[in-house]
């Protein structure tokens, strides 16, 4: 069974650090990328960051500020999120899926975790 399971979030002040933990099971690690997408209330699912391969990839929005980075020894992936402004409120989740043309797409997700940021 697939299971991806997420931590880290919370509640933090605008301009503070947090870094989100995905600890992955029951797939082969290395065959899949990982990423993160979030989810705002009254807003559309968007990618955030994927690995694939040693490869990452950043939406816009994100980019200087947010680190993708991957543990294969422990099948987990890590966000860490810097400089977090309060459009980065939202349901984070962990996934896991592949790449096509540098966009990850995802088959399996977490049940995510909640980040707020306050101005």
């Known amino acids: 069974e697939v299971q991806l399971v997420e931590s880290g979030g919370g509640l933090v002040q605008a301009g503070g650090s947090l870094r989100l933990s995905c600890a992955a099971s029951g797939f082969t690690f290395d065959d899949y990328a990982i990423g993160w997408f979030r989810q705002a209330p009254g807003k559309e699912r968007e990618g955030v960051s994927c690995?694939?391969?040693?490869?990452?990839y950043y939406t816009d929005s994100v980019k200087g500020r947010f680190a993708i980075s991957s543990d294969n020894a422990k099948n987990t992936v890590y966000l860490q999120m810097n400089s977090l402004k309060p459009e980065d409120t939202a349901v984070y989740y962990c996934a896991a899926g592949g790449l096509v043309y540098s966009t990850c797409y995802y088959d399996y997700w977490g049940q995510g975790t909640q980040v707020t940021v306050s101005s």
């Open positions: 690995i694939s391969d040693g490869n990452t």
